[in-house]
Structures are given as C-alpha cells and as structure tokens.
C-alpha cells in the first residue's frame, strides 16, 4: 500500500485537496444567501475527480520515466521494481476514467456536459507531457504550472453564480467591488509561477538523467547558469506582482494578510532568488525544491488569513 501511496505523490495530492477545499469554503461556499453549485456533496466529486486525475497523471508520468529515474533517484525507484508495470499503466487508465465520470455526474445534475472539456483536457495533457512535452524546451514546465494553476480554476468553472456575484452581496464589506473570480485569478496566477519556478528548478535537480535520456530542458539546452537566471527572472516578476496586490489591499485595510505575504511569501521567495545561484549541487537544487513546496503552503494558508479578515 505504502508503495502505491508513493507512486501517487499522496502528500501532494493532500496539497491539491487542501487548496481546493479552501478556495471553495473562503471564496465560495461560506457566502450570506449563496445557493449556487457547490454544496459539499457536490465538492467533494469535483475534488476526488481532479485528485483522481492527477494520480493518474503521477502514475504515467513515472511509467515513461522509469529509465530516467533509475539515473536520478535510484533509491526511490517503485515501478518495474515494487509495482510491476502492467499494473501502473492499469491504475492509470481507472484513475484518469474514475476522475471522467465523477466530473460527468456533476456536469449531468447542472445539465453542463462542457464542463467536461477541463478534464478531458487534463488527462490528455498530462498523458501528452509524460509522452513529450517532458522532454521539450520549457513546454513542459509550462504545462505543469497550467495544470496546476487549473486545480484553483475549475471551481469557478463549475459554479457559474460566481461569476456574477461580487464580494459586496456576499457580505464582504472590506473589498465591495470585486468579484470571487477575480480573487481566484490571483491564486492561480501566483499558483502557476511558483510552479514554474520549481519546474525549472527540478529540470536543474535531475540534470545529469534528463540528459542521458535526451531531454531538452531549459538547463540541458541553455545550462544551469541561463536556468537559474530565467528562475530568478520569473521570481522578481512573481514578487513585483505580490507588491502591486499587496499595495491594494494595504489601501483597503488588509493590513494583516500584507503582513503575512511578506513575511512568509515575498521574503522567502527573495531568498530563493538570492541563493539559488550559490551552488549547482543536486543536493542544493533539492533543497531549493523543497523549500519552494514550503512556499507554496504559506500560499495557500494565506487563503484563511484572506477569509477572516474579509468577514470580521
């Protein structure tokens, strides 16, 4: 069992649940005289589809990169080792089905089978990268931060009310003109850079199996100087970013959560920039890695500070 739970990254799958969970009840489901989609039920099928899904997509991207593993990870190695193949393309395949039809249910009760598109396109990137896109110039990264900006996108994909309802009728007072969406944009949009940056620096962390294997990423193509540069760049566009929506809600009282986004957010992600280039270890690239998930969860954490300071 504890084989499978690694296979399918269940910590960040945990991760995914927790975001989803909280964008749903702070931007979604806690509002005064809301009656959209999104009851739990309904949440929950939603969730376990995406969480469905992107196990899928942990299993056949470790599938097609058996080889590239053995170089890079050797010790952790699970398929073709622990779980045979033929049973890793298996789970896959129920996976990436079971997550299709609990997203169908939802879309068959609000009669909007468009909906489905979104993880029809989920799994067929995910299949898609670990085939190739993997193995391109920074497509790859790209896709993964699309996808996992998506995991924050697709609630308001599937509650339509909330496109059309502001902060103002759900009784958030402190920010009275702007629309939930607009709030989730801001999420994802932050979702997708810090993915990015950690996608780069994990094509710097694998360099030496990537290219045995023939990948062109960024490092492979450019080197791990260019990468780290471009991991940099994207860092400081992330933090300009944090500063301009800092600076408004400062104006609007969020004094609090400014605090927060500096303390835990913006300055941890300077120092990423800072001491990036330091070394060019497989060791430092880890640790640089796993600080940046570290990022990522005073992220989502700021999702509560966000909430309680727009209702009180």
């Not at 670990?130 to 609630?155: C, D, E, M, P, W």
């Not at 629309?179 to 360099?207: H, Q, S, W």
């Not at 970013?241 to 992600?269: A, R």
Request: charged fraction near 15%; glycine fraction near 4%.
């Amino acid at each position: 069992m504890m084989n499978w739970l690694r296979l399918i990254r269940w910590k960040n799958l945990l991760i995914v649940f927790l975001t989803q969970l909280l964008v749903w009840y702070c931007l979604i489901y806690d509002k005064e005289n809301f009656f959209g989609v999104f009851r739990f039920f309904n949440f929950l099928l939603l969730s376990v589809s995406t969480l469905a899904i992107a196990a899928g997509g942990y299993i056949i991207n470790d599938y097609f990169d058996v080889n590239i593993d053995v170089i890079n990870r050797p010790d952790q190695v699970i398929l073709d080792r622990k779980i045979p193949l033929r049973a890793a393309i298996t789970a896959h395949i129920l996976l990436s089905f079971t997550g299709l039809c609990l997203a169908f249910i939802l879309a068959y009760k609000e009669h909007h089978y468009e909906w489905l598109l979104v993880q029809l396109v989920c799994i067929v990137l995910l299949w898609f990268y670990s085939t190739h896109f993997k193995r391109q110039y920074i497509t790859g990264n790209v896709v993964v931060a699309l996808l996992t900006s998506l995991t924050i996108i697709i609630l308001f994909v599937y509650e339509p009310v909330l496109r059309m309802q502001n902060f103002k009728r759900m009784n958030l007072t402190v920010i009275p003109q702007i629309k939930p969406i607009y709030v989730c944009y801001g999420y994802a949009f932050f979702a997708f850079m810090l993915t990015l940056m950690r996608e780069i620096v994990k094509d710097m962390e694998d360099f030496k199996g990537d290219a045995q294997q023939g990948c062109v990423t960024i490092p492979i193509r450019k080197g791990l100087r260019f990468a780290t540069n471009v991991t940099q760049v994207l860092g400081i566009a992330t933090l300009l970013s944090l500063g301009i929506f800092s600076y408004l809600l400062f104006q609007k009282g969020y004094i609090f959560l400014v605090v927060y986004s500096f303390l835990f957010i913006m300055f941890p992600i300077a120092v990423v920039c800072i001491i990036l280039a330091k070394q060019n270890t497989t060791a430092h690239y880890t640790l640089i890695s796993k600080y940046m998930k570290f990022i990522t969860l005073t992220g989502i954490a700021s999702l509560v500070i966000f909430h309680l300071t727009s209702t009180h």
